[in-house]
Every structure is written in C-alpha cells, then in structure tokens.
C-alpha cells in the first residue's frame, strides 16, 4: 500500500487581503511562519534584525509549523493574519 498526500493548500486567503501590496515596510509589523525544516530558524532571526534595522519595521512575529508537511494551524494562520501587515512563509535546509 502506497499512502500518498496531496500537497496543495486547502485553505484560500481572504478576497479583500489576498495580493495587497505594501509601500515601504516602514512601521509596519511582519511575520514568519517557520515551516520547521533545519537553519529556518536561523535565516529568520537574521532577516528579521535587518528588517527592523534597514527598512524600519516596527515587529517581527514569528511562529514554528509542527512540521513542514502539514499547514499551518488555523489558529496561527488567524493570529498572523490579525496582527501582520506582510507574512513570509519560510522554508531551510
């Protein structure tokens, strides 16, 4: 028996948020979402101080995804999406 998982997203972004753009990231708070494969946890940190230090944003939020085959809970989805201006799914190795 073969188990095979179908990688497609399952969940659609809201209509009014999907592909807004931001001006300058000035001010404004991003979040990570860590998809927990080896070293994302290491980009992210950098990334993030240069994003406060450079390009002047106010917060950096980041969280972990269990694993990286399975979606972010829906928890962490409406958590970022509430309080983010600019999410980055990441990805290591």
Do not use: W
Request: glycine fraction near 6%; hydrophobic fraction near 40%.
């Amino acid at each position: 028996m073969v188990l095979l998982y179908d990688p497609t997203a399952t969940r659609q972004a809201e209509p009014e948020k999907a592909g807004l753009k931001v001006a300058t990231l000035s001010g404004k708070v991003v979040g990570f979402i860590d998809n927990a494969k080896p070293n994302f946890n290491h980009l992210v940190d950098d990334l993030a101080d240069l994003l406060v230090a450079e390009y002047g944003v106010k917060q950096v939020i980041k969280r972990r995804k269990r694993s990286a085959s399975v979606p972010a809970p829906e928890d962490i989805v409406r958590e970022l999406a509430d309080q983010c201006d600019v999410v980055i799914a990441g990805s290591g190795d």
